[in-house]
């Protein structure tokens, strides 16, 4: 693909796909289609997630109306209760939590929610945006079902300014009122064959879905359009392993669709010999790295590789948070590639993402550059990466999966 036809899948996916959205499925269409226009036949494989429709959502600070989304998900609930900022999960703070609608910063991750339960909070709130931005949007969120586990209280996000607002003022009490219908529905994966000379399998992943605010144009039809040229390559050149190419869905949604995928299919995984993850690329402004949750050694492989080639890259030994997690979780050593924008040039996961932050140009040349590394791997006589994960990744692993809290 070239930069022309690059830049009009930008221009053709600019739309919001959440996980198990309508809009989600026609992206999952559209690729289909563009992989038929390439000459390959992909399939679209359906998994269930949880899906809710609200019909109230309200959050009312000592008596005053503030603009709110309720958490999708989090049940039904009418609370009243102070209100309570926690800045911090030292002992002493979360003891403030109980009976309390309780405000946090960041996001509400799994170790947090299990603090504010434990410590007795009734709601919370959290707050995304950004209080120097000219918009008031914010984000339509969701209480992870691996987050509850059957244990809901009722939540909103609001924008941070108003969040600056309800300390400034000195909130004293809120109250969050949430109806919502909680069902099952649909997300999908788009699956692409390229049979090898050999069972020792490929896997290249990346993630179609979007956050409620975005297009994903850089987060992440980016790297679903990576994928699509590097199958294009290799539909037409030499690859003894097998490739295959998964355009995951949900991913926004906590890697729903690549965890679905490894579920599904975990007979075949034991073939798999390496997992090749795109999350972001392509941006003008920004750098090129590599994360390898695989034995350390990749990381000097890639580096020597980038010297080789005349490519700027930065590489690291970690867990990526990405489709690749899963893979790795398996036991598949997973190495992703993105090109990380600096954060005053290009954000994600809001309306800013958008096809502005994209370069055809470095979109052609980020996709030669992981061409050049799969080729090596594709057409290894054996593929040199161990498959095994080492002690260190499996440790981060359990942190990154919330078996095991991390201590710092
Ligand atoms: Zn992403």
Redesign the pocket.
Known sequence: MNCQQIMKIFEETAYIRTGGSPEELRCAEYLKEKCAELGMQARIEPFAVDMATLQQAELLVDGISVPCKGYLNAGNGDVEAPFYYLPSTDPYSLSLCKGKIVMIDGYLGYWIYQDLLENGAVGFITYDGNVNYVDRDIDQRELRAHVHKGNKIPGVNINAKDAVKLVENGTKTAKILLKQEEYQGYSHNVILDLPGEREDTIVFTA?YDSTSLSQ?AY??MS?SVGLLGIAEYFASHRHSCGLRFIWCGS??RGLLGSKAYCADHEEELKNVVLNINL??IGCTMGKFISCCTTEEKLTHYISYMGSELGWPISVRQDVY??DSTPFADKGVPAVSFARIAPPSTGT?HNSYDTMALMSGEQMVKDIDFIVAFAERMANAVKCPVAREMPDNMKEKLDIYLCRKRDKK
């Open positions: 993630h994903g987060d992440n790297g991913e926004e999350d972001m948070s990405s994600i």
